[in-house]
């Protein structure tokens, strides 16, 4: 080890900044982060930092470097872009044994400052020892994904129980056991989506009984529409947590792989039409295996909330008193259109947006057409495949401009997605003659016509 690494407490402990420029004043932020007294030589100052030294109750000094600046500090920072001051700062740090860090000069550092993911109070450093600082810096951003923003209030929680949980449970396995369980499981998802009534009364009842077991728990996760990339960080999280999923159709195999490989795995429709479990029973298993003490991903495309029954299949959940979180998914209409090149609203073309649903229910599609004409509206038809030449005849037959631009977009945000652009009056004809498969959306609007200027896109 090149280095040895600490944290170092600099609470209301003076630190000597020498220089006055860019990298000092980002220096000094980082520095009031600890809450450190800041004090600065330098001959030019940015505005900025002398306000960051004023707020830590710091000294300026706006003069050149001298040793005397030095004493009484518990840490120097040299960052000044004069290479003879800055070591000159560091060799009258070394030879008063007072730790110097001089920017970007690994050779004249006696202390060197690490890539931080700052979730405190859990703070995790990451150094390179000065050889490869991209590379650390590659590094913390990968942490920075994997690491929940809220860990920082699972920590105080933790905080504010130790002395408790120590003086229930004296044994330390047991104690250990407990916090593993405890920081991994449903009180700990509680606590991150804030609701720490919840969470500590479980974590109460559990203490109390002197085990961890988890209640169980249900995920109600929207997956997006296909592109794993379009997962957010709570999706991905719940789903390397969950013991069983149930997932449906619009799941893409790419998304299930990422799920966590032990899980058990339910899959439950749907397809147009062919619903492999009805709804209701859907509702009762989420209850059932969740009652039976696991965490249960629901896992759905898109959207959970947009024509995805997410309220129906928490509503039994509720009534049961079993614990739920719902994550908003991005949904088929905006993963579809920004990857066709779509926007659904322009100043120009567009000031609002429809989401409809073209399900036809025995044959026919039952709308009030007339709201749909208004020109400066964006129309987005989900489960319209079935239905398009309907919907396309109805909107002429109500005065809509056969000439209004539309387009298909199949399999939207996937690597075979395809866009099929034409105006109401020959859409439906251009997709009967390719092999077009569900799912797909409809998007009607002046925006199509955009798809030229914004296109990326396979068609
Ligand atoms: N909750 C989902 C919608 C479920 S309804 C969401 O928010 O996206 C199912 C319909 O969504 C499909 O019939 C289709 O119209 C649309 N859809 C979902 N994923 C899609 C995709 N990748 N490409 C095109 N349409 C998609």
């Known amino acids: ?68 600046h030095i004493d009484k500090h518990v840490l120097v920072i040299a960052a000044t872009d004069i290479e003879n001051v800055n070591a000159r700062v560091s060799a009258d740090c070394q030879v008063r044994q007072i730790p110097v860090n001089v920017v970007d000069s690994p050779g004249l550092c006696t202390v060197i400052t690490p890539a931080i993911v700052d979730r405190s109070p859990i703070i995790v450093a990451v150094s390179s020892g000065g050889d490869a600082p991209v590379l650390a810096r590659m590094l913390k951003s990968q942490l920075e994904r994997s690491l929940p923003g809220a860990y920082g209030k699972l920590a105080r929680f933790a905080a504010k129980y130790r002395d408790k949980v120590k003086a229930a449970l004296p044994d330390i396995d047991t104690r250990r056991r407990f916090w593993e369980a405890t920081l991994a499981g449903d009180v700990a998802e509680q606590v991150m989506a804030d609701n720490v009534e919840l969470a500590e009364k479980n974590f109460n009842l559990r203490l109390a009984a002197g085990d961890a077991d988890r209640g169980g728990e249900v995920y109600l996760v929207g997956a997006g529409p296909g592109d794993p990339d379009l997962l957010t960080f709570k999706a991905l999280r719940l789903m390397q947590q969950a013991e069983v999923v149930l997932y449906d159709r619009l799941v893409t195999p790419a998304i299930l792989d990422m799920v966590r490989k032990d899980a058990e795995f339910v899959y439950v429709g749907k397809r147009r039409s062919e619903h492999a479990v009805p709804q209701q029973q859907i509702n009762q298993m989420l209850c059932d295996y969740a009652l039976a003490g696991n965490r249960v991903l629901r896992l759905k495309g898109g959207d959970p909330f947009i024509f995805g029954r ?50 036809v229910k025995d044959g026919v599609l039952d709308f009030r057409w007339k709201e749909f004409v208004e020109d400066s509206q964006t129309l987005v038809f989900y489960m319209g495949l079935t239905g398009l030449p309907q919907i396309c005849s109805q909107l002429i037959a109500h005065g809509k401009s056969p000439a209004t631009p539309a387009a298909l977009v199949e399999r939207g945000t996937q690597p075979d997605q395809r866009v099929h652009i034409g105006t109401l009056s020959n859409l439906a004809k251009i997709v009967e003659e390719r092999d077009v498969h569900a799912p797909t959306l409809l998007i009607i609007g002046g925006v199509v016509s955009l798809h030229k200027t914004l296109k990326w896109y396979k068609t």
């Open 1 to 68: 080890m090149e280095y040895f690494p600490l944290f170092f407490d600099l609470k209301n402990k003076p630190v000597l900044i020498v220089g006055g420029g860019e990298i000092a004043t980002r220096k000094a932020r980082l520095l009031r982060r600890a809450n450190a007294i800041v004090d600065v030589v330098a001959e030019e100052i940015d505005g900025e930092l002398v306000e960051l030294i004023r707020a830590s109750g710091g000294k300026l000094y706006q003069a050149s470097y001298s040793a005397s």
């Open 310 to 359: 997410g309220a129906e299949e928490i509503e039994l959940l509720a009534e049961n008193g079993i614990p739920f979180q719902v994550v908003p998914g991005v949904t088929a209409a905006a993963g579809c259109a920004s990857y066709a090149g779509i926007p659904l609203t322009h100043r120009d073309y567009s000031q609002s947006v429809r989401f409809i649903t073209g399900h």
